[in-house]
């Protein structure tokens, strides 16, 4: 799998549901971030954990972090139609240059009224 | 507080013409980079610059593609005698500071490059 691969692909729900998306990487990380992209639109930062961080929390969004795993995932709660987006994850690489961004190819969330 | 500006929003472009896309970072920002996402794709690392230097453009490919950031005026991704498979979406991300690993990039809306 590539860096920062999101799992799944795509995911629908009904609003008021959770939506949980899962993030796997592969080389070591000094922080690991998620953004949301509406159609058309540019990237927005939604959260940064750094790597020494298990858990973080702004807002409806709860990210984790697990180095020993390579991996990450967010959880939106009571989800509503306007957090239908696709969500990334974006890592660095501390062994290399830790302003080249890796993403993966994201996940679709559609959120249904 | 503007942020990341890019245009134009949408260029259209013949094979062989050469294409120039705008980015102004954010006010106060010195750091630039350049991404480019194909369709159904994540956003790819191309070149990181700062004020007249070019950091790094290990993303970049070598020929038709080259990437300034001039003392006055927005940074310019160029690419010369474009061909179908430059159609992309281009984005561009700017951070205040040397990114030591804990400032997130802020990016623009991109420029969506179609080649007829």
């Known amino acids: 799998s590539q860096q920062g691969e999101e799992d799944p692909q795509a995911l629908s729900i009904q609003e008021g549901e959770n939506a949980t998306m899962n993030c796997s990487y592969k080389?070591?990380?000094?922080?690991l971030q998620w953004y949301r992209q509406n159609s058309g639109r540019g990237l927005v930062h939604l959260i940064l954990?750094?790597?020494?961080?298990r858990e973080k929390h702004s807002g409806r969004l709860r990210v984790t972090l697990d180095t020993s795993k390579k991996s990450s995932s967010l959880l939106i709660t009571a989800s509503r139609a306007a957090d239908t987006a696709s969500y990334f994850c974006?890592?660095?690489?501390?062994?290399?240059?830790?302003?080249?961004?890796?993403f993966g190819k994201g996940t679709l969330l559609t959120v249904n009224p | 507080n503007a942020g990341v500006m890019q245009n134009p929003r949408h260029l259209v472009r013949r094979r062989g013409q050469e294409a120039r896309l705008r980015c102004s970072p954010m006010?106060?920002?010195?750091?630039v980079y350049w991404y480019r996402q194909l369709p159904e794709e994540g956003l790819k690392f191309m070149v990181y610059?700062?004020?007249?230097?070019?950091?790094?453009e290990s993303g970049m490919p070598k020929e038709r593609f080259s990437a300034e950031f001039p003392k006055e005026g927005p940074s310019i991704l160029r690419i010369q005698q474009v061909v179908r498979g430059d159609s992309a979406a281009y984005f561009c991300?700017?951070?205040?500071?040397?990114?030591?690993?804990?400032?997130?990039?802020?990016f623009g809306d991109g420029t969506r490059l179609s080649i007829l």
């Open positions: 006010k106060g920002h010195s750091h």
């Open positions: 610059l700062q004020k007249e230097n070019i950091i790094d």
């Open positions: 974006a890592t660095d690489d501390s062994g290399g240059s830790n302003y080249k961004l890796t």
């Open positions: 991300a700017s951070s205040p500071l040397p990114p030591i690993g804990n400032q997130p990039q802020h």
């Open positions: 080389t070591s990380i000094n922080n």
């Open positions: 954990i750094r790597s020494n961080e």
